[in-house]
């Protein structure tokens, strides 16, 4: 423990909540370094941490700075990751020994921010969509770290779904397989990130933060580790045309192979090009679906607070 605590660096604030039990929420820092250009990467980051403060709960972002596991980062150090952008090391699981060791910066995925949380002794992540099977990953092997997290890592991870440039059924069908229980909040269907629906069924349908918080510390009493997935919807009003979207990621899918663009470079690149060939909307509806993400993870963590010290 001792030679943890000399690598992992926690906010008093983030620190003082866990260890008196309020509710805090993780959030990750890849959406800030390489989901959006700067200065608009830096506004949401600081949006998303109002919106939970607003509902009660303590925003703690998550990221790597000159090596230290940084939980709880300052307003000054969200502005730097902003402006350093895409020269931030993308860092998951893989990553974050040889990132600590040189003593680096790393942006936090979906898995390290996972595994971050967990350390610090934070059990719900709010971040817009969770990485899955690639398309064509029959051939590829090209699966997101973030599913393998999932299996084995005890944090909720609150997200607008798979992302759509993803097999969304392969993805379902690999949670499944390593006993991650997916569940949709007010709705039976895995919604498809930029829209509501997918066709593909959730396993469970839970209607309030209360009902997904109790199932959640039940499925950890039982000594069941391992994440769960929350599903949020992108509301109605920010959703986006399922064909348009649809047309734009296979045109964007035929970009990148031409390009020869893999590995951790493919979900940047396919999100940018969406960007690009949407005019923006598609980046105004991932702002928008993060904002309502970052609500509904305050109030589960709130609502497991308040059920574990009731």
């Known amino acids: 423990m001792l030679a943890l605590e000399k690598h992992l660096q926690v906010s008093d604030e983030v620190r003082d909540a866990i260890a008196s039990g309020k509710p805090v929420v993780a959030l990750e820092s890849t959406i800030i370094s390489h989901g959006m250009p700067y200065p608009k ?4 980051a600081l949006n998303v941490e109002r919106i939970i403060r607003d509902k009660g709960a303590i925003p703690a972002t998550i990221a790597i700075l000159q090596g230290q596991l940084v939980v709880g980062l300052s307003h000054q150090q969200i502005e730097y990751l902003g402006k350093a952008g895409q020269s931030v090391n993308k860092t998951s699981r893989r990553d974050i020994p040889f990132i600590v060791a040189a003593k680096k910066d790393g942006a936090t995925t979906v898995a390290s921010t996972m595994i971050l949380a967990q ?35 005890s944090v909720a991870v609150v997200c607008a779904g798979v992302k759509s440039i993803l097999d969304i059924g392969l993805t379902l069908e690999y949670l499944e397989t390593h006993g991650v229980p997916t569940i949709g909040f007010q709705s039976d269907q895995m919604p498809a990130f930029y829209t509501r629906e997918s066709g593909f069924k959730i396993d469970y349908k839970l209607d309030s933060a209360k ?44 970009d990148m192979q031409q390009q020869g ?34 609500a509904l993870g305050a109030q589960i963590a709130i609502e497991m607070s308040e059920l574990q010290h009731s």
Not at 224 to 250: C, R, Y
Not at 277 to 293: D, F, H, M, P
């Open 41 to 44: 990467n830096v506004e949401t």
């Open 119 to 153: 350390m610090a002794g934070i059990k719900v992540f709010a971040t817009g969509g969770i990485g899955g099977v690639h398309r064509n990953a029959e051939t590829t092997m090209d699966i997101s770290a973030d599913l393998q997290e999932l299996a084995k890592t």
């Open 211 to 254: 009902e997904i918080a109790d199932s959640i510390i039940t499925k950890w009493q039982l000594g069941l580790e391992g994440g769960v997935v929350v599903t949020n919807a992108i509301p109605l009003q920010h959703s986006m045309d399922a064909a348009v979207i649809g047309k734009t990621i296979d045109q964007a899918l035929i």
């Open 261 to 294: 663009v893999f590995g951790k470079q493919s979900t940047p690149f396919l999100l940018a090009r969406i960007a690009e060939v949407t005019a923006g909307k598609s980046l105004q509806a991932n702002i928008e679906l993060v904002y309502n993400n970052a």
